[in-house]
């Protein structure tokens, strides 16, 4: 999965974008997210990750709180995006479609903050 910023070049930049995935990623990045809604996990860093291949230095944290706060920039090209239990199952629903195959487009994940979150299987929306 590359994980990129693209900070200008649409009228829905900036937005951080992951794209050119498998299914098997698309699956395993679901499941990060039902571990922060379930508290299994209070923060991970996505950039890391096995299979993840930031672009351009790219770096995205995930965390959890008791609110959405969205998406913020810490630095250039470093992101954290903050969010509820509630708001790491919605981001889980919004994945399953492209963990089973079933999804060949894109999709928003996060339109609160600095930056958007972009899931798109071949970059594009």
């Known amino acids: 999965m590359k994980l990129e910023f693209l900070e200008y070049g649409s009228p829905d930049c900036p937005?951080?974008?992951l794209y050119e995935f498998t299914s098997q990623e698309a699956y395993d990045f679901r499941r990060i997210a039902l571990q922060l809604a379930r508290g299994?996990?209070?923060?991970?860093?996505?950039n890391e990750r096995p299979g993840t291949v930031p672009i351009g230095g790219c770096e995205l944290t995930l965390q959890k709180e008791n609110k959405d706060r969205g998406v913020s920039e810490i630095s250039s090209a470093k992101f954290?995006?903050?969010?509820?239990?509630n708001g790491w199952l919605q981001v889980a629903h919004l994945i399953r479609p492209f963990s089973r195959g079933a999804s060949t487009s894109w999709q928003w994940l996060s339109e609160k903050g600095q930056a958007r979150?972009?899931?798109?299987c071949d970059g594009g929306w």
Do not use: Y
Not at 80 to 85: G, N, P
């Open 15 to 17: 937005l951080v974008r």
């Open 40 to 46: 299994r996990e209070h923060t991970v860093f996505l």
């Open 80 to 85: 954290k995006w903050v969010l509820s239990q």
């Open 117 to 120: 979150i972009l899931l798109s």
